[in-house]
């Protein structure tokens, strides 16, 4: 009983999930003794902990993976860290392109790439060395054959089992689980043989522009929710921004127009995370409920233990399953893009006079793409975002599959699901003389487009190692000198609009005038806030004055005139 007494307690080292995972705690307001005893730690332990917390969380969002940070203990890193961070960069961007991968070939390559990075310190490269980077990384043996590349039908129905299990543990609505998928975009393409440019001799090759955005869209499986979309393109001050302020999409940029690590992150934590919680208030649930994001294996998408938010988990999808069972790529991003391709008819159906392609291509500018990919993805029913999730959450799906038949495009009736049918059918309206190949092979040019870029070895460690500066391209077809409107300007624009739509024949929509009223209204707001604040005595004294004086030159001139 003495030696019981007198005893110290075994000492205890939590990983580095742990520590994480009480550092959370903490801020959710369990107490110091709660977690003591929960750990096994003492109190100055807790503290120590917390006073760590900035160094963890740094090393924690730096690191790769879950099974990484599950058996480490410390936060000290490899010897040589630039070598550690390129070598398995390399390492990520080879397994997407399903590259096999043995041991020996990542010591060879670590060697490489210690000499190319003109590394003085010396380093052995040994198992030993393997070993830990392995355990750093969270890899698991990997057989020299590789994985298999093609749709992995019993992975898939795996994930949709393990998917029911995550979401009954944690009491998850359709509403608080979301996918995130991107998706290239040939902005400026037209069909091949489109009716616009019947002036040209022969079928211009430059209507298959390979002008490129990347496009990230996200939404929920309830269909209640889609977040903005981010656009991503090549130029960061694109001259046709120049005076805008007001966006409907997030626009990023980089000089190849792909999605990064860097910017998923941004996403992430600036504006998907503040978008849900905002949409959880308005559906009348918890601001800090529970949120699912699924993801596929990109290497553009950070892992999940990296993307560190209260109450968010992330999870990842199987290798191969992502045409199985991704909810944007059932046929939200096809719907999306179908009603793109609408937009960008009804811009030319809307000309008054044939032109060339490089007429379109002056006149329909980023702005344009842009307004255009806003418009589109508005149009998205949340009858399509809720049936595209059927494979992956089936008992959630069965509650609606009454709402099925709600027609995709407006104006359009028609029993099909297939957005592209609904896509050549609201064409065929527009009378566009444009044959349903020809219109299908449009809607599909940019499927396999690529979102994101298999690096060199050279670019792995320029990206890495923070050598490369991406360039500000700019868009050299447009214009810079944008007309600058004026709130006057624009109020008088909004009074002459209401008139047009006042004297419209009576099947007019009257929120329209409604609206353009409110509209004018907001201006006029927005216009007296920006004047000077005068005291309301000043008015009355300046005004009877001015008045006075009018009226007092106006009784002299009658007096003249009486008395002539």
């Avoid at 360039?471 to 624009?490: F, L």
Wanted: overall charge neutral; aromatic content about 8%; glycine content about 4%.
């Amino acid at each position: 009983m003495e030696a019981a007494i007198g005893s110290k307690r075994k000492r205890k080292t939590l990983s580095l999930q742990q520590k994480v995972e009480l550092l959370k705690k903490l801020d959710r307001g369990v107490s110091v003794l709660k977690l003591r005893e929960e750990y096994g730690v003492g109190q100055s332990t807790i503290y120590d902990i917390k006073g760590q917390r900035e160094k963890l969380l740094q090393f924690v969002s730096e690191s790769d993976s879950l099974a990484g940070i599950s058996k480490r203990r410390n936060i000290r890193g490899p010897s040589n860290n630039e070598v550690d961070k390129v070598v398995y960069e390399w390492f990520r961007q080879r397994r997407s392109e399903g590259v096999p991968i043995s041991g020996g070939i990542i010591m060879e390559k670590a060697k490489y790439f210690h000499k190319e990075l003109q590394i003085t310190s010396p380093c052995e490269y040994t198992t030993g060395w393997l070993q830990k980077f392995k355990q750093r990384h969270g890899i698991r043996y990997l057989k020299v054959t590789g994985e298999k590349l093609s749709a992995d039908h019993d992975a898939a129905e795996d994930y949709v089992n393990e998917l029911a299990k995550l979401v009954d543990e944690h009491n998850l609505s359709p509403d608080q689980i979301y996918n995130m998928d991107e998706t290239g975009l040939f902005w400026r393409c037209l069909p091949r043989n489109t009716f616009v440019c019947r002036d040209e001799k022969t079928a211009s090759g430059a209507k298959e522009s390979m002008e490129r955005v990347t496009i990230a869209a996200c939404s929920n499986a309830a269909g209640s929710h889609k977040c903005k979309l981010m656009v991503i393109g090549k130029s960061a001050k694109p001259r046709v921004f120049k005076g805008i302020h007001q966006f409907p999409v997030i626009y990023r940029a980089n000089k190849r127009a792909w999605i990064t690590q860097e910017l998923f992150k941004e996403w992430f934590h600036t504006n998907f995370v503040k978008e849900v919680r905002k949409n959880f208030k308005a559906l009348g649930l918890p601001e800090n409920a529970k949120i699912l994001l699924l993801l596929d294996n990109c290497p553009a998408h950070p892992p999940a233990e990296t993307l560190v938010e209260e109450n968010v988990i992330v999870s990842f999808l199987p290798p191969n399953c992502t045409a199985l069972i991704q909810p944007l790529d059932q046929g939200i991003i096809n719907s999306l893009k179908c009603h793109y391709r609408s937009e960008v008819m009804k811009n030319i159906i809307n000309r008054d006079t044939a032109f060339s392609y490089e007429e379109f291509k002056k006149e329909f500018t980023l702005k344009n793409a842009v307004w255009c990919i806003a418009e589109a993805w508005d149009k998205v029913t949340p009858q399509v975002l809720k049936r595209c999730w059927s494979n992956l959450l089936p008992d959630f799906q069965n509650r609606c599959e009454e709402t099925d038949d709600i027609p995709e495009f407006d104006g359009f009736q028609g029993p099909s699901n297939d957005p592209v049918s609904h896509f050549i059918n609201f064409v065929k309206e527009l009378d566009a003389d444009i044959s349903d190949e020809d219109l299908k092979e449009w809607n599909a040019c940019d499927n396999n487009a690529p979102v994101y870029q298999s690096l060199t070895d050279g670019e792995i460690m320029d990206a890495v190692t923070g050598s490369t500066v991406d360039e500000d391209v700019t868009d050299s077809d447009c214009s810079s000198d944008e007309e600058k409107i004026t709130t006057s300007d624009a109020i008088t624009y909004a009074e002459k609009l209401i008139k047009y739509l006042e004297q419209r024949p009576s099947s007019s929509n009257d929120m329209e005038v409604l609206h353009m009223h409110r509209l004018k209204n907001n201006l006029i707001q927005e216009r007296r806030s920006r004047w000077k604040q005068v005291k309301l005595t000043d008015l009355m004294k300046n005004a009877p004055t001015t008045k006075c004086a009018d009226v007092a030159a106006t009784d002299t001139a009658c007096h003249s005139t009486h008395g002539k």
